[in-house]
Nanobody, 117 residues
């Protein structure tokens, strides 16, 4: 079975940090661009960050720019999202997406991030 599994979510105080991981099983991420998305209660899903298959290009939503960092470790077949200076508005379910253009598109099950005092 081809799967993406997110982990690392949890409860954190405002200003705190959290690192999410996205691990692939059944396929290699080497040829896939990766994106992190999130969906908060009552809101539409939004893109947070993405990274090219080579790791040479990244892009971030304005709301997280300067606070979040996406990076990948192909040796571990995983992608990570380092989240710093977390705010209550970052609270959401975070999803990992792996896309190989014209070939495949996989989503993880999501991991909950709650930022609260």
């Amino acid at each position: 079975q081809l799967q993406l599994v997110e982990s690392g979510g949890g409860l954190v105080q405002p200003g705190g940090s959290l690192t999410l991981s996205c691990a692939a099983s059944g396929f290699t991420l080497d040829y896939y661009g990766i994106g992190w998305f999130r969906q908060a209660p009552g809101k539409e899903r939004e893109g947070v960050a993405c990274i090219s298959s080579s790791g040479g290009s990244t892009n971030y939503a304005d709301s997280v720019k300067g606070r979040f960092t996406i990076f990948r470790d192909n040796a571990k077949n995983a992608v990570y999202l380092q989240m710093n200076s977390l705010k209550p508005e970052d609270t959401a379910v975070y999803y990992c997406n792996a896309r190989r253009r014209f070939y495949a598109d996989y989503w993880g099950q999501g991991t909950q991030v709650t930022v609260s005092s």
